[in-house]
T-cell receptor, first 110, second 115 residues
Framework: SQQGEEDPQALSIQEGENATMNCSYK?????LQWYRQNSGRGLVHLIL?????REKHSGRLRVTLDTSKKSSSLLITASRAADTASYFC??????????FGKGTKLTVNP | EPEVTQTPSHQVTQMGQEVILRCVPI?????FYWYRQILGQKVEFLVS????????KSEIFDDQFSVERPDGSNFTLKIRSTKLEDSAMYFC?????????????FGDGTRLSIL
């Protein structure tokens, strides 16, 4: 797999349910970031987790990082229709350049 | 909340023509970036810019591409002779000083369509 591959590619859930998205990467990283993209809009930064951190929370978001498995997960709890968007992980390796995955398209049905 | 603004939102250009995409980064940010997203594909890094010079560029960023910070607020991407495969969404981003480990703030993008 390539650097920053999300899984699943698409996820459809009901409002109130939790959504979990996974990201795998190949090389050692400085940090990993999650972004959201609403249709036709730019990328919105959600959360950054550094390589020496294992878990981070921000509101309804919970991100984990397992550097031994080179993987991260994003959990959105108690999802809302407004959470419908594409979610991308992006890794920062040696420089400020971000390497993005293809994203997970999340649909939250009311 | 301060934001990155990009103009135009949509640019249609004939193949072979020059195009300039404009960005106004967040005012106290010092690192600037361009990324592009071809329809249905990943967001790809093009170039990063700091202290009035390119700090890194990708293989995509060939001699047809250039960036400039012509004044204290604008950051531009120029494509000299556009090709059909340049059609994509182009995103500008900026981050604060000490950028490594800082989130990048993205604009809403310019959709470039080459005919």
């Amino acid at each position: 797999s390539q650097q920053g591959e999300e899984d699943p590619q698409a996820l459809s859930i009901q409002e109130g349910e939790n959504a979990t998205m996974n990201c795998s990467y190949k090389t050692s990283i400085n940090n990993l970031q999650w972004y959201r993209q609403n249709s036709g809009r730019g990328l919105v930064h959600l959360i950054l987790i550094r390589s020496n951190e294992r878990e981070k929370h921000s509101g309804r978001l919970r991100v984990t990082l397992d550097t031994s498995k080179k993987s991260s997960s994003l959990l959105i709890t108690a999802s809302r229709a407004a959470d419908t968007a594409s979610y991308f992980c992006a890794t920062e390796v040696l420089t400020e350049k971000l390497v993005f995955g293809k994203g997970t398209k999340l649909t939250v049905n009311p | 909340e301060p934001e990155v603004t990009q103009t135009p939102s949509h640019q249609v250009t004939q193949m072979g023509q020059e195009v300039i995409l404009r960005c106004v980064p967040i005012s106290n940010h010092l690192y600037f970036y361009w990324y592009r997203q071809i329809l249905g594909q990943k967001v790809e890094f093009l170039v990063s810019f700091y202290n009035n010079e390119i700090s890194e560029k990708s293989e995509i960023f060939d001699d047809q591409f250039s960036v400039e910070r012509p004044d204290g607020s604008n950051f531009t991407l120029k494509i000299r002779s556009t090709k059909l495969e340049d059609s994509a969404m182009y995103f500008c981003a900026s981050s604060e000083q000490g950028a490594r480990g800082q989130p990048q703030h993205f604009g809403d993008g310019t959709r470039l369509s080459i005919l």
